[in-house]
């Protein structure tokens, strides 16, 4: 059984930084693919960020490459979403997902449906 739990989630202007972070329990984390997905209201779960086992191969969505940065700690069973000029339409429900079954893959998966557990979200609120 894992347990996620994110946090850094809070209001913030546009141009600003945040660094969501997400802690794991259990004992599958250091062999597990990793992601961030987001809710706005209304929408569909989207693919932010993903991240493989050992950490050495993201992948992010085109809205975003280049300004938000994912990673992970092995030995701290957590990892980690860095977002930069942050845009009023990043405001979401940010949620961890982690894929319980394809242990020490390099390949992570955008789609929802491959991640077996997930955390109950933070709140990130960007204001114009």
């Known amino acids: 059984q894992v347990h996620l739990m994110e946090s850094g989630g809070r209001l913030v202007q546009a141009g600003g930084s945040l660094r969501l972070s997400c802690v794991a329990s259990?004992?599958?984390?250091?062999?597990?693919?990793m992601a961030w997905f987001r809710q706005a209201p209304g929408e569909e779960r989207d693919f932010v960020a993903g991240i493989s086992w050992r950490g050495d191969r993201t992948y992010y969505a085109p809205s975003s490459q280049d300004r938000f940065i994912i990673s992970r700690d092995n030995d701290k069973n957590t990892m980690y979403l860095q977002m930069n000029s942050l845009k009023p339409e990043a405001t979401a429900v940010y949620y961890c997902?982690?894929?319980?079954?394809?242990?020490?893959?390099?390949?992570?998966?955008?789609?929802?449906?491959?991640?077996?557990?997930w955390g109950q979200g933070t709140q990130v609120t960007v204001s114009s």
């Open positions: 259990g004992q599958t984390f250091s062999k597990s693919a």
């Open positions: 997902a982690l894929n319980d079954v394809d242990y020490y893959t390099d390949y992570v998966e955008s789609s929802a449906s491959w991640y077996h557990y």
